[in-house]
């Protein structure tokens, strides 16, 4: 469990920020299938909110649900379901749902997310990966067992994934946004998939945005972001980003 987050680099602390009185926010990072690190961190989760027992406590998880680790299925299964009972709920999209998701829709994009990750997905779902050089049409045979191999109640889930959520002074968003645009003028694909550009801002964002999708040691905070992707499916440290009133801390599984 991390006590506090060593600063790695020289950027100031982020300036003061809030979550409304009365209620606690805890933040989990990518979780890529394994679900193991999941129920460990929702227990120390439900132990941690003993403390908070008359808060309004909310679960915001930061997206990349699936790929790499061997339970994606059953992590969405976990989620889809009330992760603890008394909590609210926030499921974002990261940026494997979307591939993943594309690779259903769209014939042509199965070779990338098999790349990223998509043969531990498949296999959790009981749908043989092709090989690495399959033929198209092999891979377009797996994307069609997979469709069917997927439950009607995970497509809705995965269907139902938000982009982004802001509470109090923070915003939650899979992998970051783009530095200088509005916050209501943000783009999807950024909100997924964008990284240098905004991992090197110094601007103020208007919020202080809490990410995951760039795997770091231990909590990356910088004075516009935290970023909490630990690299769960690696390292087994999945990460999660407690918030209440103007305090930060962090649970972890390591």
Known sequence: MFGFARKLWSDPEPTASHVPRGVRVYAVGDIHGRLDLLDQLLAQIDRDAVSGADLVKYLVFLGDYVDRGPDSAMVIERLCREPLPGFGAIHLRGNHEAAMMDFIEKPEAGPDWLEYGGRATLASYGVPAPAEDAPPEHVDEAR??????LPPHHRAFLAGLRSSVAIGDYLFVH??????????????????WIRREFLTSHLDHGKLVVHGHTIVEQPDIRSNRIGIDTGAYASNRLTALVL???ERRFLCTV
């Open 244 to 246: 209440e009133g103007g």
């Open 175 to 192: 992998a970051g946004i783009r530095p200088g645009l509005p916050l209501h003028r943000q783009r999807d694909e950024d909100l997924l």
């Open 144 to 149: 069609q067992r997979f469709a069917a191999a």
